[in-house]
C-alpha cells in the first residue's frame, strides 16, 4: 500500500499552491507540458481525503488507456499506492477513491460524492460529462464539495468558454502557468529544448508551452482556432445597399435545432456574417414563414437548404417564392464544377475554411459557432482525397450536430461571386441610384 502518512517536502510555483489550496466549487488548472498538474489534481485529491473522514472522490479520463496508463500509474508512483479490483484506494479513515473513465461514467447516476477530479479535460468533447458528474456532487462529508478540473489549452473549447471567455459565478476558478513558469523544478536541458521549439514548432510551443488559447494541434480538424479568432476580430463594414446570402438547416432529430444564417458581401471576395439564430421544435410551416419574415430585413438572393427530410419540405414551400432562389443541399451529392473533394458537404466545408484562413470571411464573435468549427474533422479512405466526419458519425461519439456550421458552410456555397457593386449613398426621389465598381478589397481594422 506505502506509507500514504509520510512527510515530504515539496516546492510549489505559485499557480500550483493556488490550485492545490482553492476551496472554490470549480477550480480549473490549465497549463502546458511540465506544469505538475496531473500530480497537483491527485494531491489535491488526497488531501481531501485524509481530511474529512469518509469522503467519497471520483477521478476520471476520458479513455479507459489513458485511466490505467497514465492516471493510475502517476497515482502508484507519487503516493506508493495502489488500487483495488475495482479501481478504488481506500483508507484508513472511510474515505475513499474511485478512478473511472468517461465509457464508465453513466453508471454513476445514483452516487453522491464530495469531491471529484477530472484529468485532461480538453479531451472531452464539450460539457455533457462535467455537467453530469457537476450533478453527484453532493456528499456531505466536509464543510465544502468541490469538482477539480485540469487540462491544457486547446483553443475556443468548452474550457475556454465556461472558465475563461464567461463563467458564470466566482466559483469557476481559473488557474493558468506556462512550462516556463515551472522551470524551477524541471530539468535544464529541457527547458532549452521547449525553447526551440519556438521555431522548428511554432503551433505546439504557443498552445502547449506558452499554454495559448488561440491554438489547438488537433491534425484532422478543419478549421483552426487561430483562424477563428481572427476573423471574429475583423471588422467589415456593410454597405447601405449589397448583396445577401442565405443557408438555412433544418433539425433532423427532436434535440437538434434548425439554424439560419445570413452573409452580407462587402467588398470583391469579401463577406460580412450579419444574422444567426436557431429555433428548436419548429415544424415546416414555421420555418417557412420565419425565414420569409426575415427576408423582409435581409432580402438574401440566395438561399441553400439541406434537401433531407424535413428539410427537403421546408425547400418545396420555399421554392413558390420569387424574391430569391432556393438550393437544395444534399451532403452526399458530386459538388459542383471541377472539385477536389468527393461531395459537396467537404467542398463547402473547405471552401467556408479557405475564406475564413484568407480573411475573406469575418464571422460572429459566438463562442458556440467557434466550438462547433473546432468539432468538424476529417479523414481519409487509402486515397489523398478528405472526406468530412458524418453528423451520425459525430453522433456517435457523443458530439452535438453542427447546425451553425452547416447553415454557414451551405450559405457560403451558393455566394454568388460577380463584381461588387455598392449603390451611391445619396439618393434623389424619382432617380434611379447609379452603382460605382467597388474594386479594392474592403479595409480590415482590428477591434
Known amino acids: 500500500m506505502g506509507d500514504i502518512n509520510k512527510t515530504v517536502e515539496i516546492k510549489l510555483i505559485p499557480a500550483q499552491a493556488k490550485f492545490i489550496t482553492s476551496e472554490k466549487r470549480f477550480p480549473h488548472f490549465i497549463g502546458g507540458i511540465g506544469t505538475g498538474k496531473t500530480y497537483c489534481l491527485l494531491l489535491k485529491c488526497v488531501r481531501f481525503c485524509q481530511q474529512y473522514p469518509g469522503a467519497v472522490a471520483l477521478i476520471v479520463r476520458k479513455t479507459f488507456t489513458d485511466m490505467h496508463d497514465s492516471t493510475l500509474a502517476d497515482f502508484t508512483k507519487y503516493f506508493g499506492l495502489t488500487t483495488d479490483v475495482h479501481k478504488e484506494v481506500k483508507f484508513e479513515n472511510g474515505s475513499r477513491i ?13 452516487i453522491n460524492c464530495d469531491w471529484i477530479g477530472m484529468e485532461q479535460s480538453e479531451e472531452f468533447e464539450d460539457e455533457t460529462q462535467f455537467n453530469f458528474l457537476r450533478d453527484r456532487l453532493r456528499g456531505k462529508a466536509g464543510p465544502y464539495q468541490q469538482f477539480a478540473l485540469i487540462s491544457n489549452s ?4 468548452w474550457c475556454y468558454r465556461m472558465w475563461v471567455n464567461n463563467p458564470s459565478s466566482d466559483e469557476f476558478e481559473l488557474i493558468t502557468a506556462t512550462t516556463f513558469d ?5 530539468p535544464a536541458k529541457f527547458i532549452e529544448d521547449q525553447k526551440a521549439r519556438e521555431i522548428d514548432s511554432p503551433r505546439h510551443y504557443r498552445r ?8 489547438d494541434l488537433a491534425d484532422d480538424t478543419v478549421f483552426h482556432s487561430s483562424d477563428l479568432t481572427r476573423s471574429s476580430q475583423l471588422n467589415y463594414s456593410v454597405p447601405n445597399m449589397c448583396r445577401y446570402a442565405a443557408g438555412l438547416d433544418v433539425a433532423r432529430y427532436g434535440d437538434d435545432k434548425t439554424c439560419l444564417v445570413i452573409l452580407a458581401q462587402v467588398g470583391v471576395k469579401k463577406w460580412r456574417m450579419v444574422f444567426m439564430e436557431e429555433k428548436i421544435g419548429w415544424s415546416a410551416p414555421q420555418i417557412v414563414g420565419w425565414i420569409k419574415d426575415i427576408h423582409n430585413t435581409f432580402p438574401f438572393e440566395t438561399l441553400a437548404v439541406d434537401d433531407i427530410g424535413v428539410g427537403g419540405g421546408c425547400k418545396d414551400y420555399l421554392e413558390d417564392s420569387n424574391k430569391f432562389t432556393v438550393y437544395g443541399f444534399i451532403a452526399n451529392e458530386k459538388p459542383n464544377g471541377q472539385s477536389v473533394y468527393p461531395n459537396k458537404k467537404a467542398d463547402s466545408l473547405f471552401k467556408l475554411e479557405e475564406y475564413i484562413s484568407k480573411d475573406w470571411l469575418q464571422i460572429l464573435p459566438d463562442i458556440y459557432l467557434h ?3 473546432m468539432s ?3 479523414y481519409y479512405r487509402g486515397e489523398s482525397t478528405k472526406y468530412i466526419v458524418s453528423k451520425d458519425d459525430m453522433r456517435a461519439k457523443g458530439i452535438k450536430s453542427p447546425n451553425k456550421v452547416d447553415a454557414l458552410a451551405m450559405a457560403m456555397y451558393y455566394c454568388n461571386e460577380e463584381d461588387f457593386f455598392e449603390v ?14 467597388f474594386q479594392e478589397y474592403a479595409i480590415t481594422t482590428p477591434q
Open 98 to 110: 474511485m478512478f473511472r473513465h468517461g465509457a464508465e461514467i453513466e453508471v454513476l447516476k445514483n
Open 154 to 157: 486547446n483553443g475556443r473549447n
Open 182 to 186: 515551472n522551470a524551477c523544478n524541471l
Open 208 to 215: 502547449m508551452v506558452m499554454n495559448s488559447f488561440d491554438e
Open 371 to 373: 466550438e462547433e468549427l
Open 376 to 378: 468538424v474533422r476529417y
Open 424 to 437: 451611391d449613398d445619396i439618393i434623389v426621389p424619382g432617380v434611379t441610384p447609379t452603382k460605382k465598381k
